[in-house]
């Protein structure tokens, strides 16, 4: 069984830029989460998808964060524009629905903004 | 605003030690609990899970909860070296989603 995939693993990127993040759930996984990690820091959701709709999202920075999950599979996570502080390792994750403890994640990227 | 707090470390123990890692949380409404591990630029992967008071053993691995102390343990018994990384205790707090403490480092010591 294929496990979470992401791309890009690394990205750099001026500050005031825009940079998107790819991820492909394991199959038949309908929840989908994005993650960030800063250094030191536990993952902190920025938004969970179940199928195509959003469930939560109440700590993504909608200024410059956005997220679509269009057809329940592949998902992307875009910000725009970029700041010293995105700097951090973006993660997805994938559950079955209800098994939110029970999360595959993918191998991350990791964002420097400079 | 829900945490979950846990000593960041480092916690240093020997081979064959046993290693005590442990989690407190706000949110007297959690449901579920959750240790992962995640190694040094690796991606977290869930070790043990624990619904209920008291204890749950799983190889090496023992959970421990007390709901009415709001608090959550991992031990690690006959620790190995290859046990050194990151543990991170995560709560569901009942809005199916996860919150994660910020971890703890363990360094096992050969």
């Not at chain 2, 123990?13 to 690796?42: H, M």
């Not at chain 2, 070296?81 to 360094?107: H, K």
Request: charged share 20%; proline share 5%.
């Amino acid at each position: 069984e294929a496990g979470v995939a992401q791309s890009p693993r690394y990205k750099i990127i001026e500050k005031r830029q825009s940079v998107a993040f790819w991820c492909n759930p394991i199959s038949g996984h309908a929840t989908l989460y994005w993650y960030q990690q800063i250094l030191g820091q536990g993952p902190k959701l920025l938004i969970q998808f179940q199928n195509n709709g959003v469930v939560d999202d109440s700590q993504l920075p909608k200024d410059r964060f956005s997220a679509e999950r269009l057809k329940g599979v592949d998902s992307t996570l875009k910000i725009q524009p970029a700041k010293l502080e995105d700097s951090a390792v973006y993660l997805c994750a994938s559950s079955l629905v209800g098994l939110a403890g029970e999360q595959f994640f993918g191998p991350g990227t990791r964002l420097t903004v400079l | 605003q829900k945490e979950v707090e846990q000593n960041s470390g480092p916690l240093s123990v020997p081979e064959g030690a046993i290693a005590s890692l442990n989690c407190t949380y706000s949110d007297r409404g959690s449901q579920s609990f959750f240790w992962y591990r995640q190694y040094s630029g690796k991606s977290p992967e869930l070790i043990m899970s624990i619904y209920s008071n008291g204890d749950k053993e799983d190889g090496r691995f023992t959970a421990q909860l007390n709901k009415a102390s709001q608090y959550v343990s991992l031990l690690i018994r006959d620790s190995q070296p290859s046990d050194s990384a990151t543990y991170l205790c995560a709560v569901n707090a009942g809005a199916n989603n996860l919150f994660f403490g910020t971890g703890t480092r363990l360094t096992v010591i050969p």
